[in-house]
């Protein structure tokens, strides 16, 4: 429950390897806890996996005022979720505002955590990314089956994944969509659109001091390659910025890699080999 009374949801994936610090996942923008269901199913093994549904997705509530889509509402609600697993300590894994959402657990709570993993986001949203991104978040049209479900989800996120098959788009419609009566509905609050789109135009904050807060913290950085959210050139920054920070680029991958690619899969299982 979050402090204004939404039923948030978490998934929580038990570890039969007690004491090690757990992971908590946090999904991107429009994205949900699926996402990370076959990385969860590998980092279990070693340590407790949780993933957070942000309020407005999954199986989280809707927020009837969309000006609570902003991340210090999401922060918030990331508190009460640890407090609720009895976790005072977490690596974060967030992709792409689920980053964003690490790094500014960083700057205000650093002593939460113990590490963290970036996938496809940085303290500079590329202008090409952020304009792609502000032209579909709560536009999508209604869809009568999964057929359609499918062929809507590579409409909008072809790009990043130019190797997938139909039987891949069919499965990320059904981490995407929630069936409702043999129909499928996306599982995201259409209204979070309005909250991307209130921001000025053209605007994303700079959130180089942020990232600045994961100095002292282990952290992994991954990439696709050809993902137009993340630069090379802020990319290559944050190595500088960083100098100890892991960085891998993910191959045929554009904004965000899915994290069951064996490049993904090889640096977060050695990344986490090094934590407690």
Known sequence: ????????????????????????????????????????????????????????????????NWK????????????????DAGVSKIIILGTSLGGILAMVVAATTPQVLAGVILNDVGPEVAAEGLKRISTYVGKSAPVSNWAEA????????GLAWPDATDADWLGFAKRSYTDVDGVPRL????MIGEAVRAAPAGAAPDLWPVFGALK???????????????SEATFDRMAREKPDLVRVAVAQRGHPPMLDEPDSVAAIESFLARLD
């Open 1 to 64: 429950m979050s402090a204004d009374g939404l039923r948030l949801y978490y998934r929580d994936y038990p570890s039969e390897a007690a004491g090690r610090t757990p992971v908590l996942c946090l999904p991107g923008l429009t994205r949900n806890s699926r996402d990370f269901e076959s990385i969860a199913l590998r980092i279990r093994r070693s340590r407790r996996v949780l993933c957070a549904d942000l309020r407005g997705r999954g199986l989280s509530q809707h927020d009837p």
């Open 68 to 83: 609570n889509y902003h991340p210090g509402t999401y922060v918030g609600d990331i508190a009460l979720l640890l407090k």
């Open 150 to 157: 499918a062929a809507q989800a590579r409409n909008t996120y």
């Open 187 to 190: 599982a995201m609050d259409p």
């Open 216 to 230: 002292p913290i282990p952290t992994l950085a991954l990439r696709g390659a050809l993902s137009d959210v993340l």
